[in-house]
């Protein structure tokens, strides 16, 4: 099976279970169809399509050439040939052993919903904005079978017969030459989806979030489930996607058998180990996931029931903190994934973590808006103290260890002095005029970074607490943000969907966009990789990686 999932292609077992990730879109996967030999095809809103081979999760080929968002697209089931339908009305019809395109019209004024072939003759149904086109590209026949209706689901049954769906929830039937056979009232919304069973049997998903079994216009059984985005159908069972970000797979009685939900759930945090050998991402499911440099899991760490909110390995790389919206603070053991710590929780979460250059001590900030330092190795709370007005949101130790900033939703940036009699505030400003979310320390300890709902990012002396410069470019909240390895850029990421490379000096570099989703996250390892992490809430998360 095969599911969409934003810009990417999950595989699963036919009984549901998780196999792998297709990736290389770089906007949603819109349409996606098996050919008979297994070459599964997929289509997306960044205008292309995309052969691959599910077995080995390889690559087969691209086609490009449409000017705007592929909405629909079918396989041949002899693999040789794809039409395609885009935003703008284009049907383009390609031949696959070439990879090019053998012709194409346009259809109609605007979005192709739904393509299909005919299962008797060379003719492809196209339906869309402008209701029904049959076309036969052999004899170049045109048909047009519904005027101005928009026609958002199509489907070819075994004996030629033509069902198609519009957006006031009728259903049509036609004959295989174009006829009109039959109408019928099916759903209180768009009809978006239809399947054949068998030759008498349709199937119908609507926006009204009702799956109907139809014999000959007759409804035989109604499933009551969120909105249905695309059905598919197999010997024995109903597989059903919807606008919950979930797929269902159903027994044709009409049974629920299980309910796939995203493998991953929205990255909220990201570091690199100091070496960057290894990754660590953090999510909304309160997982901890171990990558290495191959992006191949390597830990997988759930001890948390909330959200991860932060992470941060040690100076040596050996060990990983990681907090939670629970409130406490885990310490892991990188090699093993051991859990060796459970430090006392922060009122309504974890906001921020810091370990000491020396690797001793250990720095926590919550939404309790308290700072505590630990000996974290013997689980022990050296100091507490008031740091702020509102959530701490981010912790960095200067270079000797002798200063510890935070920055706080309640718009502060502060410098606390770490002496043996105790913490002193040494300065305090009012760094933005809305609260702080990200907040990062130059590799040579001179530069402070901040991330702001704002929507700046603010540079300042880390010693004079001087503002340097104001990086203006983001066009929602500023997220997060990490110091390239040799201090001289910066990356941000925000709610606006874009990844920004910044000089220190002040020039935007650049801006990566086409995310489909905000990103809460971003770190930079010390070879120059690049990490994003993406989500929305408790959908599916992603992590991207670049080298910039």
């Known amino acids: 099976m095969a599911l969409g999932a934003d810009t990417y292609v999950h595989l699963h077992q036919a009984d549901g279970r998780f196999l792998r990730t297709?990736?290389?879109?770089?906007?949603?996967?819109?349409?996606?169809?098996?050919?008979?030999?297994?070459?599964?095809?997929s289509a997306s809103s960044d205008t292309t399509l995309r052969l691959w081979n599910p077995q080995s999760g390889l690559l087969k080929g691209v086609l490009q050439g449409h000017r705007d968002q592929v909405w629909s697209a079918r396989i041949s089931p002899d693999g040789r040939q794809v039409l395609s339908g885009s935003a703008d009305g284009e049907l383009r019809l390609w031949s696959v052993p070439a990879l090019g395109l053998s012709r194409s019209i346009y259809a109609g004024r605007g979005w192709i919903y739904s393509v299909g072939l005919s299962p008797l003759n060379p003719v492809w149904a196209a339906g869309g904005q402008d209701g029904v086109l049959l076309w036969n590209p052999q004899s170049?026949?045109?048909l047009p079978l519904l005027g101005s209706l928009s026609v958002r689901a199509l489907a070819w049954g075994p004996d030629g017969q033509l069902a198609t769906g519009d957006r006031d929830g009728q259903i049509q039937l036609w004959s295989a030459e174009g006829r009109y056979v039959q109408q019928w009232s099916a759903h209180r919304l768009a009809v978006s989806a239809l399947v054949w069973r068998k030759r008498a049997q349709l199937i119908s998903g609507g926006q009204d979030g009702q799956i109907i079994f139809w014999d000959t216009g007759r409804p035989q059984k109604t499933l009551q489930t969120a909105s249905v985005l695309a059905l598919a159908v197999g010997e024995s069972r109903l597989l059903s996607g919807h606008d919950d970000g979930r797929a269902r797979l159903w027994s044709l009685d009409g049974?629920?058998?299980?309910?796939?939900?995203?493998?991953?759930?929205?990255?909220?945090?990201?570091?690199?180990?100091?070496?960057?050998?290894?990754?660590?991402?953090?999510?909304?499911?309160?997982?901890?996931?171990?990558?290495?440099?191959?992006?191949?899991?390597?830990?997988?760490?759930?001890?948390?029931?909330?959200e991860i909110t932060a992470l941060a390995f040690s100076p040596d790389g050996q060990y990983l903190a990681a907090g939670s919206r629970d409130g406490l603070t885990r310490l892991y053991q990188t090699g093993s994934g051991r859990l060796l710590q459970s430090l006392e929780a922060h009122g309504n979460g974890v906001g921020a973590l810091a370990f000491a250059p020396n690797g001793r001590a250990l720095a926590t900030g919550g939404r309790d808006r308290l700072i505590r330092l630990w000996d974290w190795r013997q689980g022990r709370k050296v100091l507490e103290f008031r740091a702020h007005?509102?959530?701490?949101?981010?912790?960095?130790?200067?270079?000797d260890g002798r200063t510890l900033y935070s920055s706080s939703s309640d718009e502060s940036l502060a410098w606390w002095a770490l002496r043996p009699e105790g913490v002193g505030l040494l300065r305090r400003v009012m760094a933005h005029a809305r609260g702080l979310y990200g907040l990062a320390l130059s590799p040579n300890g001179r530069l402070l970074a901040t991330a702001s709902h704002d929507q700046t990012l603010k540079l300042w002396d880390a010693q004079s607490g001087k503002l340097l410069r104001v990086l203006e470019g983001h066009t929602e909240a500023a997220q997060a943000l990490a110091f390239s390895p040799d201090g001289q850029r910066l990356a941000s990421v925000g709610w606006d969907k874009t990844l920004r490379l910044w000089s220190v000096q002040g020039p935007l570099l650049q801006t990566t966009s086409g995310f489909v989703r905000p990103l809460y996250a971003v770190a930079w390892a010390p070879d120059g990789r690049l990490a994003v992490g993406s989500g929305t809430l408790r959908q599916a998360g992603t992590v991207a990686l670049f080298r910039p």
């Open 389 to 399: 007005e509102s959530h701490v949101t981010g912790l960095a130790f200067s270079p």
């Open 255 to 306: 049974g629920l058998l299980r309910t796939l939900e995203p493998p991953a759930a929205s990255v909220s945090a990201l570091a690199y180990s100091p070496d960057g050998r290894l990754l660590a991402s953090g999510g909304w499911d309160g997982e901890v996931w171990l990558w290495n440099r191959q992006g191949q899991p390597i830990h997988r760490l759930s001890e948390a029931a909330l």
């Open 22 to 41: 297709l990736s290389g879109h770089s906007d949603t996967v819109r349409a996606l169809d098996f050919a008979a030999d297994g070459t599964l095809l």
């Open 140 to 142: 170049g026949h045109r």
